[in-house]
């Protein structure tokens, strides 16, 4: 399995950004598809944002569509969240996920829990009001 460690969590105000980042290690990243989720206190953890293995497609869940971007550079072994304009009920646990892309194909992504099985440790974003 491939290893995930997420950084670039913290507290930041209602309407700032934060960029998440993802290093993989382990394995060949640019084999693999990509996701990020979210868990908040007392709630279950949930979908956030996919991408392919090869950085071509990408899927948002509607609650950050046009707010966040997530991007890959496998050079770097690298996955990123950019999140731009936070809410207050943007605060949780952020995880990345990494399932192999030999599962579907390079083009397509993974929107569900149980189609990953690698996890980072996840990082924590809180958005003050």
């Known amino acids: 399995q491939v290893q995930l460690v997420e950084s670039g969590g913290g507290l930041v105000q209602a309407g700032g950004s934060l960029r998440l980042s993802c290093a993989a290690s382990?394995?060949?990243?640019?084999?693999?598809?990509m996701g990020w989720f979210r868990q908040a206190p007392g709630k279950e953890r949930e979908f956030v944002s996919a991408?392919?293995?090869?950085?071509?497609?990408?899927y948002y869940a509607d609650s950050v569509k046009g707010r966040f971007t997530i991007s890959r550079d496998n050079a770097k072994n690298t996955l990123y969240l950019q999140m731009n304009s936070l809410k207050p009920v943007d605060t949780a646990v952020y995880y990345c996920?990494?399932?192999?892309?030999?599962?579907?194909?390079?083009?397509?992504?993974?929107?569900?829990?149980?189609?990953?099985?690698?996890w980072g440790q996840g990082t924590q974003v809180t958005v003050s009001s």
């Open positions: 991408i392919s293995a090869s950085g071509g497609s990408t």
């Open positions: 996920a990494a399932v192999q892309a030999s599962r579907f194909g390079r083009h397509r992504f993974a929107t569900r829990i149980s189609e990953y099985d690698s």
């Open positions: 382990g394995r060949t990243f640019s084999n693999y598809a």
